[in-house]
């Protein structure tokens, strides 16, 4: 059983910094590409970063020069170093892995709350 589990969410003042982890299980982690995505009250889910398997990280504009993403491939782990963290960053911060073998599936985690506020 595939199970994704992010962490690190938080409560966080304009300007400061959070870590957001990603821990994957029950799924080949090498072979996935992995993605953070986010959403925001009333808004669609929106692409934060990816992490592919055998290409660079991507980033959103929106947070280019602010996020960093690392891809630990050791401990099926993913990250997302947030910096300068401004209020229209506030939303849930989804994980998400992509597994194409014969078929392709997508695996999703729970969610963690960010929420950016003086």
């Known amino acids: 059983q595939v199970q994704l589990v992010e962490s690190g969410g938080g409560l966080v003042q304009p300007g400061g910094s959070l870590r957001l982890s990603c821990a994957a299980s029950?799924?080949?982690?090498?072979?996935?590409?992995m993605a953070w995505y986010r959403q925001a009250p009333g808004s669609q889910r929106e692409l934060v970063a990816t992490?592919?398997?055998?290409?660079?990280?991507t980033y959103a504009d929106s947070v280019k020069g602010r996020f960093t993403g690392s891809r630990d491939n050791a401990k099926n782990t993913v990250h997302l170093q947030m910096n300068g963290l401004k209020p229209e960053d506030t939303a849930v911060y989804y994980c998400?892995?992509?597994?194409?073998?014969?078929?392709?599936?997508?695996?999703w985690g729970q969610g963690t709350q960010v929420t950016v506020s003086s």
């Open positions: 998400k892995a992509t597994l194409t073998l014969w078929k392709t599936t997508e695996y």
């Open positions: 029950g799924i080949i982690f090498n072979l996935a590409d």
């Open positions: 992490f592919g398997k055998g290409g660079p990280t």
